[in-house]
């Protein structure tokens, strides 16, 4: 099955900039999709397709996806952004077609 | 406003069934796909299967193919998972999660049932 592949942890400063990676095989061909889970919280959807926002969620995060890599930005990144981050694709597999990424914890100093 | 409300934590015994609702509110029920994805303590997210508007179709994946079962009620605006011969690597919380209109992502998503598994 297809597997995507995140950093476990990232830290940033206070206004500074965030950028959360997720591997795959061949991933720009897929659309990929990113959620944010706060401690204790249900996951919630901030980029869908690539680089679309839901409403509601703050112009800072954005997101971009080429080659083997995707991307969620967070720009000017705020305590209340501390939270795990997971990305997701559906793929053709039958079997397990929609696939989460492992993780990544940020933590803001 | 779309909303996705489960049933409370369960405490089960290795071997049995257990069975969490998902009330929906906010949209036309019968218009969404549904999804359900579990969360072990301390790890990812883990997808279990999907059902379809009408309840007449589901895609499990293969992990769980011959434990889960998933349901719906149109009537109530709710949809069910059971899973069956649960064993503690089974403790995790559950999530609903619906199927966004694209339909390969998940745009809102339940609160979340924490189901323990425990002799």
């Known amino acids: 099955s297809y597997v995507l592949t995140q950093p476990p942890s990232l830290s940033v400063a206070p206004g500074k900039t965030a950028r959360i990676s997720c591997g795959g095989n061949n991933i720009g061909s897929k659309s990929v999709h990113w959620y944010q889970q706060k401690s204790g919280q249900a996951p919630i959807l901030v980029i869908y397709y690539d680089s679309d926002r839901p409403s509601g969620i703050p112009e800072r995060f954005s997101g971009s996806n080429s080659g083997s890599t995707a991307t969620l930005t967070i720009s000017r990144v705020e305590a209340g952004d501390e939270a795990d981050y997971y990305c997701?694709?559906?793929?053709?597999?039958?079997?397990?077609?929609?696939?989460f990424g492992t993780g990544t914890k940020v933590t803001v100093l | 406003q779309v909303q996705l409300v489960q049933s409370g934590a369960e405490v089960k015994k290795p071997g049995a069934s257990v069975k969490v609702s998902c009330k929906a509110s906010g949209y036309t029920f019968t218009s969404y796909y549904m999804h359900w994805v579990r969360q072990a303590p301390g790890q990812g997210l883990e997808w279990m299967g999907i059902?379809?508007?009408?309840?007449?179709?589901?895609t499990y994946a293969q992990k769980f193919q011959d434990r889960v079962t998933m349901t719906r009620d149109t009537s109530t605006s709710t949809v069910y998972m059971e899973l069956s011969s649960l064993r503690s690597e089974d403790t995790a919380v559950y999530y609903c999660?619906?199927?966004?209109?694209?339909?390969?992502?998940?745009?809102?998503w339940g609160q979340g049932t924490l189901v323990t598994v425990s002799s």
């Open positions: 999660a619906r199927a966004a209109a694209g339909p390969h992502y998940f745009d809102c």
């Open positions: 059902i379809n508007p009408s309840g007449t179709s589901t």
């Open positions: 997701q694709v559906w793929d053709t597999d039958n079997d397990h077609p929609y696939v």
